[in-house]
Each structure stands twice: as C-alpha cells, then as structure tokens.
C-alpha cells in the first residue's frame, strides 16, 4: 500500500499525542491523556446523522497509577511501530502487532484484547481509523459481483482497472482490507442499487441466477457480521455513485442487528459510524410476516433468541412502526427463517419471485 | 457452470441406481441398495497411494424397515432433483437441497445432517464427485497469489483468462466452489512450488512482502480446514505443474490436522482422497523445534490440545520419526505457537529468515 495525505495526517496527530506525554513531563507534571469514555452508557444515537456516535463524557489516563503508567508506554511504542510501518510502506495485522510488542520490555502486551483496545483509542483521540494507521484485521475481505469498474492500486503500486463482472471470476472480487480513496477508486458504474447478503450460498445464488444482470444489481456478500472495509466499501458506493443500498439477510434477531450495524453502526465503532454506516439502507431479509406469507420452513426461537429480540425492542436503531412490528410478530409466532429456506419454492424463487416483490414494494426497483 | 461429459456420467450413474431399484421391485423384490460402511473401523491407510481409503467392508440399505424405506425414496427424489439440475445448468447448496425437501412430502429431510450423509453416500456409490451432482458447499473458496495464469468458463460460459498477480487486486483471486477441468484449466505458470497458509493474517504478510515474486511461490489461502475446492484445486497443480507444495500452519495439533488432511485426506472424505490428496506436500508449519529454537511467543497446550496429541500418536497419518519426534516434543514442552508470533523478530523475519531457513532444508529452494 502507497501511502498518502491520510498516512502523513495519521504521523501528525499521533506525533502531537507524543509530543503533549513529552511537554506534560518536560514541565514535571505527571502526563496523561484524555479520551472518550468507551461505555454504553455514553454512546447515543444521533439522530441527525441517523448513526451511533459516542457522547462528551471523558476520562483520562493518567500515568499517577502503575496501570496508566504502563499504557501510556505502551501507546508510544506503538506510535513508534505505526511511524515505522507508514515509513516502510508496510502494515500489519493487529496480531502481528501483539506479538511485535515481545520486544517492548516492560510495555509488552499480556492479551490482544489490551493491542486492539489501544488501537481503538488512537483512532478516537486521533479521528484517524486504524488502516490509516496501517494496521488490519485477520478478516477476509468479503465479494463483490456487478457490473462496477473499479480502480486498485497494488501492493507495488501498480494501478489496476478491475471490471467486478467482467475481468474477474464466478467468486466475485475481493474487497482489500483497505479501500480509502488512494486504494480504490471508482472508475465506472451501471445498476441501479446494491444488494448486501447475509450468505455464501445465498450470494451465490444470486450469481448463478445472473441477479446482477438482469436486475441490474451490484451483489455484496457481507460473510454475516460485515467486516469494517466491507461497510466502508458499501458506504462509499453508496454515497459516490448515489446508489441505494438494500440488505438481505436470514429472519432472527442476530441478522437483524447485521442490517443495524450495517445501517446504523455498531457499539464497538461508534467513534467511526459517520465513516461506516449507510443509515439509507433498506432491509429486504427475511421477516416474520414473510414467514407467514410464504409459509416458509422454520426453526424454533431458542431463549437467547428471545432475549437478543426483547433487547432489541429498547435499541434505538430498531425504534420505528416496522421493526416494532415485526419483532413483536416474531416474538408471537415464536419462529425464525433462513434466507435459504425460499428454496423451499425451487432455485429460482428467490430472484424471480420474492425479490422482485420486495424491491418493488420499497420503490428499490420499478 | 457448464454441462461435461462428467455431469453426464454423473446422470448415467444415477440412473443406474434408479434403474437398479426399479428393476428390483419390477421382479417383486424388496430394493436395496448396497453401500461401503461408512464407519471408522472400514477407513485405511492405503500405503501404496499413501492416502486414506474406505476398506471393503459394505452395507445393505433395505427398504424392509421403514427407515431405510425413506431413505430409498429420498435417493429417487434427489436423483431427479440432480438430473433436473443438470439438464438446466444449475447448481445447488447442500442447504439449498435439504429446504428443496420440503416438496418431497413423505421423503422430506429432517434435518441438514441426513441431507448431506445422503450426498456423500451418492458419491461413494457412483465414484463422482458432489461436484458433478451440482451440489456445493456454504464454504467460501480460498485466496491464491502469485503468477499462474488460469483459465476460467465463467457462469455464462465465456472462458477468462486470468493471471492470478497480474490480473487480480491485492486480496487475490477467488477460488470457485468447482476446479474441474471443464471450470478451470492452467494456461501457463512460472513458479517453483506452492505454498499453502493456514491464515488470512499471514497470507497478506507474504503477499505484502513479496514473498510470491522474490522467491517465485504461489500462495494460496487455506483458511483453516481448507474446503474441498481448495485442497482439489492444489492436488491439480501438484500434478499438472508439477509444482512441489508445502503447508505452513500454526504450531498447535489442529493445524498438524489440516496438513495431513491436505497431504493424506480426512475421514469425512475418504472415498475422494485420490482427487483431494497431495501426498507428497511437505510440512514447514511451527514445530516444536520451532518454538524452541527461535524462541517464539507461546500459549499453554489445554486438555484438549494434549488429548488431540496423544491421540496423533496412534494417527497413521503421523507415524514417521519426524512427526513422533515433533509430538513428543510438544508434549514435553507443554506448549504451541502460532505462525504469526514469528513477527516477535518484525514483519519481515517470516520472509528474510524462518521460510528460506525451512525451505532450503527440504530442498524446496536452492
């Protein structure tokens, strides 16, 4: 990955964290620095921007106590290691990072849940994201299928123009782990919406049935809960290429959340939601008054299914006419449904029949 | 996918089957079908081709009982669902077939389990693959780098040839569900040997680093338990390009597993391994060596990974001096590591030291 504007900004602001520790001591005081709290409490739903945001509240840490202490060593190894790495034109997993902290002495890291806290943070104090730092997840990036030209620019740094239909094959393309502007570029674009899917299988599907063709669709497989450059790869098409984004998942409260962080945002992200989320997002998986009309096959909803749909019934992102409709519905007939049991009415049921109804229903298509 | 003369054996076959019970009833018999037992105690290594292979062990599956009754007719039922799928160039999930039972009425599954069971029992019988029934899995293909070009029948039938470095963004190219000759052929390919990872975080490190380019590999993504598609698709270019392969994993009792499921076979798949097995893949995982020798980062075997030891002692598949060695080792040690706790050395130890230091030892590399 080359590195750009956004790298050098990343430098700048991680530089003033430094520089501020460095100024606190050079003044004798004991250093410390604030950030938001990251508790449930203090993150809100923002209803302007239609997304999860976190509130004023703030606490610092302070280096007074041994534990502090020990972070904010930690944070300026890091700062060190991301200099290091945005120099060198190299970026590294957030495993790899825990395990890089081995040589840190005193500030090594005892479990990956402290590396990929302190990476959380940087991004909150910096409002930088962590690819800006150059460190990525181990997810695999999800595919994409449609008739999209899309612009890469290699690993050497190497521009490549990649039709997602047309130069690439039946498994899509993949989306990189890092899809800012000086990674991917979008170059050209016919259809008319996006559709994100739950499954493998139901993606494949599509692909088979030409869904993309002859609906004119640009097919996202999301790999359930989607990774964060699948969210900023839909986020971007979406507000670039003005294309409506509709999500098709299986009908259970585990699903539903899929759509709500795809659309909304989620808890672990929220410094991020604005980056991430696609609040015009539509839901077109599977509900429980789909169940009903088309007599799906079912499954039984287990306790914890029960419980994360009550949750949800006080979850802000779930609060209007339809979600409280169906979830209560849900609740009644006691039912969940996979996206694949559409089956049921043979392979091509699903594109010629239940999409077309559902897209038409939410004007997605005429 | 396109129709072969593989899918047409496949219906040949099945109609075998179909005609064998009709013929059966026509002369006032009970039907019955004869299958190898399934079971671990009729599963052997077969030392010739050094891979796992059903023994000759066999039973009956008689419409006498009620349940094998149902069973007969759900294999007539799903005989004509293959037949139907081939002649109209479809292809099916295993989970799309079990929602398709829904029609069947009496031979409807009642659950995922029976519906695969029946599947794999097909293949043994006929000798063809799922693959040429059209049925696939949920998994999704793994990733491959590095300079091969391949030839791929996209899904309306237009060959693409692809090089999968040149022609492909930075997270590769996407294996599809089928690696058969009429999907995928090799067109051309510079390149010494394959080297097969077992996670997504190191694949990207060897892609980053160059790792195909400077010492002329293709990587190829493994994703854990590596799916049907991608051990097939590596035993093809074992054999075809005459390329050496070798696995490099974590160093933990799982991931012997899926070395010597890639090298030797798994149970669930014994009737295949001729097609999924490359026998002479050499391990460069983590040993216990390892861990000693460059003093890597570790975690504590559990009871699970101890009993999962022991129990490779008595596995054919680990019989030689180096893996009785390895095993013991790790079992004295009381320990394992992953491959990514090599970056205690830095991002670029895997690639400058520990990989040329393994593969010059095995004669891989010069």
Sequence with gaps: MMNSDRHKRAVEELTKIAGEVYDQLDAGRIPKMTIPLRTKSNIRF??????WKYGKATGARSAKKLRGAQMLLRTMYMLEFIEDMIKNSKSSTLREMYYISEGWEKAKFTAQDESNMLAEDLEIITACMREDFKLRPEEDGARVMGNITIQETDRKGKKKRINCRDDVGDSGYGIPYNVEK???????????????????????RLVENKFDEDSNAIIVHLKGQPAR????????????????????VDGDPWSFRIHASLAYGAIKTAHLSEYLATPTAEYIGITASDILNYDLPTDKLNDRDIQALNSEKTDPRFKDQFWKHEIDLMLQIGKKAEQQALAKYGLDFVTDTYLPEKL???SIIK
Excluded: H, Q, Y
């Design 360 to 362: 038409t229903e939410l």
């Design 46 to 51: 923002d209803p302007k921007s239609a997304v």
């Design 229 to 248: 450059s699948t969210r900023r790869f839909i986020k971007r098409l979406n507000e670039e290429m003005k294309l409506p984004v509709c999500t098709f």
């Design 182 to 204: 000086e990674k991917i570029e979008f170059v050209d674009c016919d259809a008319d919406f996006i559709i994100a899917i739950e499954t493998g299988g139901m993606f494949d």
